[in-house]
């Protein structure tokens, strides 16, 4: 590419595009132009939204602030929702009508948990977005009549379903005046918490029997009424509120976008995390899939996702080959179970205590404040 003045487009500012913001405020791209796309003023990190739900956090402390981050990079904050795009010509367009150029474009605007679209009734509340979780979720319990407990249903066994049936728990003991309330956690799998080992399955099942969270297993979804998740089997399981915390599936925008995809709706890519088409367009964090060697929809590989496509846009601009991305093959998992404590399991270690609480509190807490106003240098 030439000297002229061209324009890198971030669409969605979540873990990858945030820490390519930091690198942008540290050593802007020359002759370059940085817009960053987003539907929401926060971006809010995963990690500690279980920890914010039990009351653990204040609500700005899991949030990036976003006009105060690309201001510090010198860079234009764009609040629009895209709905279509011209790979060929390079143009995005956005739902009030206006398009924007684009010499290169990453996409990094997250996953949606499946269901959103099939589910629609008022007792549905999806985990995502994020940014709004808190506020629709504490609509719909204040929405539900109190004179008897309250009907939880998670939808999704997995480890985000587990850490939000616990943390739930302890936000209905404390927010909300200990109101009385079954959970449940429906899920289609044998157990729950996927691609944990037995002994912190184990561990797990019995933090849920001591808060009298029940766990409905080989039970599938098909449908959910005003009242009652209604199983492929034919049960009904009566519910007043329904958490989504299902497996990762592509959101809408992704459809629009015109590139190409795998079957769970993301963007398909090589292993430089740009996508197969031959269009200078990337796609990072849950909204991307590198085809020849898929990883779980988790956000420490948004994370560990960031230097290699920092140095990817870089040599992308100065036309020179891209260095690819490596998955690692295993990363410290932590749970936080609601209770001031958290489980951890770590190359055979499984540990559930206090101290595994404060571990995670300070590696999330780091985190974030990489990104928040008073630490951007």
């Keep these: ?24 405020i540290k050593s802007p791209i020359p002759n370059c132009r940085l817009v960053c796309i987003s539907r929401f003023a926060y971006s809010t990190y995963s990690g500690m939204l279980p920890g914010t739900l039990a009351g653990q956090f204040e609500r700005a402390e899991m949030q990036i602030d976003l006009e105060p981050l690309v201001r510090a990079a010198g860079a234009e904050l764009r609040m629009d929702e895209v709905v279509g795009m011209d790979p ?13 150029r684009f010499d290169v474009l990453s996409v990094g605007v997250g996953s949606m948990p499946w269901g ?29 009549v109190p004179h008897r407990p309250l009907r939880v249903a998670i939808v999704g066994g997995g480890v985000a379903g587990v850490e939000i049936a616990l943390c739930l728990r302890t936000r209905l003991e404390s927010r909300f005046a200990g109101r009385e309330a079954s959970i449940e956690i429906v899920t289609s ?19 849920l029997k001591k ?58 890519t090589d292993r430089t995390l740009k996508t197969t088409a031959d269009f200078p367009v990337f796609a990072v964090g849950d909204s991307g899939t590198v085809i020849e060697s898929p990883s779980p929809k988790a956000g420490v590989y948004a994370v560990r996702q960031a230097p290699v496509l920092w140095e990817n846009l870089n040599r992308l601009l100065r036309n020179e080959p891209l260095e690819n991305y ?28 206090r101290w595994c609480w404060w571990l995670k509190t300070w590696i999330d807490k780091g985190f974030i404040k990489k990104f928040q106003e008073k630490w951007i240098e």
């Design 326 to 353: 490596h998955a690692q093959a295993d990363f410290l998992k932590i749970l936080n179970t609601g209770d001031g404590k958290a489980l951890l399991q770590y190359k055979g270690w499984v540990i559930h205590s």
């Design 88 to 100: 060929q010509s390079g143009l995005l367009f956005f739902a009030e009508g206006a398009s924007l």
């Design 211 to 268: 808060r009298q969270i029940r766990v409905l297993s080989q039970t599938r979804v098909v449908d959910v009424t005003t009242d009652s998740v209604v199983s492929e089997a034919g049960d009904s399981i009566p519910s007043d509120l329904v958490v989504l915390a299902t497996a990762a599936t592509g959101p809408r925008v992704l459809s629009v976008l015109g590139l190409p995809m795998d079957h769970r709706g993301f963007l398909a």
């Design 116 to 144: 959103v679209d099939q589910f629609r009734t008022e007792s549905v509340v999806p985990i995502k977005p994020m940014q709004t979780f808190l506020d629709r979720l504490d609509a719909r319990i204040e929405s539900v």
């Design 1 to 24: 590419m030439n000297d002229r003045m061209r324009t890198l487009v971030l669409l969605g500012v979540g873990h990858t595009h945030a820490d390519v913001v930091r690198h942008w």
């Design 189 to 207: 799998g044998a157990s729950v918490g996927d691609g944990l080992c037995e002994k912190s399955i184990t561990k797990l099942h019995r933090q």
